[in-house]
């Protein structure tokens, strides 16, 4: 089974900038889509943003406009780079895939904290 390990986390100032990736164990030759995911203290995982096997990207609202998924080597090495960062952002990310349209099964990293103070 694969699995993803997420680098890239740390704390950053408002206002700031961050990249985090998140790079397979094994080389992906197929998947459907891949996504990243966030969740704070005491609230519920969220979905951030996420990519398809065709190039299409989708982004919650609180994100649009700052976040941006990218993905390299199809689903192998995932990026999530992250701009205007505020206290609202911090939260542990995780990145996810799915490996087909209908997979009841996705596969998901261990999680990265990111902090977002001054």
């Known amino acids: 089974q694969v699995q993803f390990v997420e680098s890239g986390g740390g704390q950053v100032q408002p206002g700031g900038s961050l990249m985090l990736s998140c790079r397979a164990s094994?080389?992906?030759?197929?998947?459907?889509?891949v996504a990243w995911h966030r969740q704070a203290p005491g609230e519920q995982r969220e979905f951030v943003a996420s990519t398809n096997n065709d190039g299409f990207s989708h982004y919650a609202d609180s994100v649009k406009g700052r976040f941006t998924i990218m993905r390299r080597n199809r689903a192998s090495t995932i990026f999530l780079e992250m701009t205007n960062l505020n206290r609202e952002d911090t939260a542990v990310y995780y990145c996810?895939?799915?490996?087909?349209?209908?997979?009841?099964?996705?596969?998901w990293g261990q999680g990265i904290q990111v902090t977002v103070s001054a």
């Open positions: 996810n895939l799915q490996p087909s349209k209908y997979s009841q099964t996705t596969f």
């Open positions: 094994e080389t992906i030759d197929s998947f459907f889509s």
